[in-house]
């Protein structure tokens, strides 16, 4: 049962507790509850699969279960937990769009020429380049170098190691704000409202 216990503080505390851990944990938790070791008696091995069979139920919606595990594989912590390569292939996709996304946002307002010729600019827009290619090719590349690195200790906070990264892994670095804000639960922002409402209250 230590397991479990130490599972919900990891997934329960203040300190950097991404949904990226969500998928290692649950890996965990798996190999703990699903062995049966020689010593636990009939009681123990009961609870335990009573337990996994509650805790296995969790995160089989698609949506979430891809989400979970893009959140993993951006996690520098956890990314060599990530099985296949269908996942880095989704966030190389993801890092393109986001690429493409941070290009058509900054465009500036339109020139007297650009106006006078935005047909003809549209049309070299929509015609494929080579630009599309290198920056396919960039994306792979900088995701195959991310894959290369070690993993990062699970002490370590993965938007400082993000930050740090920035120069070296810039379409991911950009990239990662979307998994990394999501907590793995809401226990810390309940427990700062439950603060807050303490304070706050008359009693």
Known sequence: MQMLYTSTLAVSSEKNPTVGQILPILGKLKD???AAE????????????????????RYQDENIRRFLEEATAIDPRFKTKVQGNRV???????AM???????SLKRPKLSALEKLFAEEDRA????PT???????????KEVDFYRSLPAALSSVNPATWWWDKRDSLPVLSQLSPKYLCVQASSTPSERVFSTAGDTISQE
């Not at 070299?124 to 015609?127: E, K, N, P």
């Open 97 to 103: 769009d986001k690429a493409a996304g941070e290009i």
């Open 88 to 94: 880095w292939t989704r966030l190389q996709e993801a």
């Open 124 to 127: 070299l827009l929509q015609a």
């Open 38 to 57: 020689d010593s636990d008696t009939v009681f123990i091995r009961t609870i335990k699969e009573k337990i996994w069979g509650d805790i296995s139920i």
């Open 130 to 140: 080579e630009d599309v290619h290198s920056s396919r090719e960039t994306t792979q």
């Open 32 to 34: 703990n509850f699903e």
